[in-house]
């Protein structure tokens, strides 16, 4: 029978909630094979899958749902972690990418920006915020190709269904990084003490649903050059907001986390709510190159400010081209329309944008699938985006 009165300490956790002894013992899970048949194998109780077989599994809905279903039964209460191999099949896209973002920090270190970290010493690292939107301004074509991605949009879906936003953030670890505090991430692993207190129970659980965090290996990371520091099972420890702050449970991350060693074109994701932190760069000669993601459910917001109608407008050109060349199929077409625009309609001033059908008025990805199909001109569909963008007022 339904408890119609829970005891307070259920509902407002604190540091009392946090148990090292069930936390140790809820983080000694053991990953059974068993339970994640599409993978190749498992490393560290970590699934790992085999970017052509996914490739192969996506290319329909059939073969595609299935396996990310797996995927999400690992994200909530399995180990919270997958890795997948050759996620990126065309590493020299990859180094294009890298090319184009190192591009951007030398520009922005130049400009003495002085961006920090979050969780590691300011200089330790090259960092650069909003990389998917700067990425698409200066190399549109470029930012197409690489958000032509299936993989990423599946595993996307799979954790957040549809409508999700893709923030990226570069990462460069430099020998000699030294590594990041443990913690958990967006959105209450940004929050005080004092502030996870005044949230109820059950937000703590909504907070890792609310979005996916990703990496993509844009260099070979060996084990020695740093890369990510995992606790797996750590991510459906419902206190573990309080409890990744407290110092037992960092002794107990740096002594029991693991490390998957990747390869670039590799990719990483786990529930936010996982506990980690990048590693030690150890190395003489490896930088350690990391496009990192940040990706929003539709019904929450993403980290970062994200101009979508710049984007959408500068992407539009050389997305309508590589479409009606052939160069991409259909559905290649729309996962960039998926990483670009907007895909949520609200919120809206339903007065001067109401639905003419369905139950929402046409989100920017709507107009932007419209404008392709249809064949408009950048002119034209610049002249729509801003028009409906104009709409998005209160009076």
């Known amino acids: ?24 013992a809820h983080v000694g899970q053991t990953t059974d094979p068993a339970d994640y048949p599409f993978a190749a194998e498992i490393v560290n109780n970590i699934p790992v899958y085999d970017g052509d077989a996914l490739r192969t599994a996506f290319a329909g809905d059939d073969t595609a749902l299935p396996v990310m279903a797996e995927i999400n ?17 065309d590493l020299a896209l ?12 030398a520009e922005e270190e130049a400009g003495n920006a002085g961006k920090g970290d979050h969780f590691a010493t300011a200089g330790a690292n090259s960092r650069v915020w909003n990389a998917h939107e700067k990425l698409c301004v200066a190399n ?3 930012f197409v190709r ?9 595993i996307s879906e799979a954790w957040l269904g549809t409508g999700y936003q893709i923030t990226t953030q570069v990462n460069v670890v430099r020998p000699g990084g030294k590594a990041q505090t443990a913690h958990r991430d967006y959105h209450m692993g940004f929050q005080s ?20 965090q ?4 844009h260099s070979d990371m060996p084990l020695e050059s740093g890369p990510t520091k995992l606790l797996p099972y750590s991510q459906s420890y419902l ?17 029991h986390h693991v490390q998957m060693p990747l390869a670039k074109g590799d990719l990483l994701f786990f529930n936010p709510a996982t506990f980690h932190a990048a590693g030690d760069n150890k190395t003489a000669d490896v930088q350690r190159f990391a496009n990192l993601m940040q990706i929003g459910s539709a019904y929450g917001r993403s980290i970062e400010i994200v101009d979508r109608v710049r984007i959408s407008k500068a992407v539009y050109a050389s997305l309508s081209k590589l479409a009606a060349d052939g160069a991409l199929d259909p559905r290649q077409v729309d996962n960039v329309i998926a990483a670009t625009a907007e895909g949520y309609p609200f919120p809206a001033n339903l007065d001067i944008d109401s639905p003419l059908s369905g139950m929402a008025p046409p989100s920017q990805q709507d107009v932007m699938r419209q404008a392709l199909a249809e064949g408009w001109s950048e002119d034209r569909f610049a002249a729509e985006i801003d028009t409906q963008q104009g709409r998005k007022r209160s009076h």
Not at 12 to 22: F, G, K, Q, R
Not at 94 to 105: G, Y
Not at 146 to 154: G, K, T, V
Not at 239 to 255: S, T
Request: proline share 7%; hydrophobic share 45%; glycine share 4%.
């Open 1 to 24: 029978m339904l408890d119609r009165h829970p005891p307070a300490d259920s509902v407002w956790l604190t540091e009392d909630s946090c148990d090292i002894d069930a936390f140790a």
């Open 140 to 142: 549109p074509e470029l």
């Open 94 to 105: 990859v180094d294009a990418v890298t090319e184009a973002l190192s591009a951007i920090i």
């Open 214 to 217: 990703g990496a993509v290996a």
């Open 73 to 89: 039964r690992a994200f909530l209460s399995g180990p919270g972690i997958i890795a997948v191999r050759r996620g990126y099949a």
């Open 239 to 255: 206190p573990g907001y309080l409890a990744v702050l407290m110092q037992p449970f960092r002794d107990h991350f740096e002594k």
């Open 193 to 212: 003490v004092a502030d996870l207190k005044t949230y109820p129970a059950q937000q703590h659980a909504l907070s890792a649903s609310l979005t996916l």
């Open 146 to 154: 690489y958000n032509a991605n299936e993989l990423i949009r599946r």
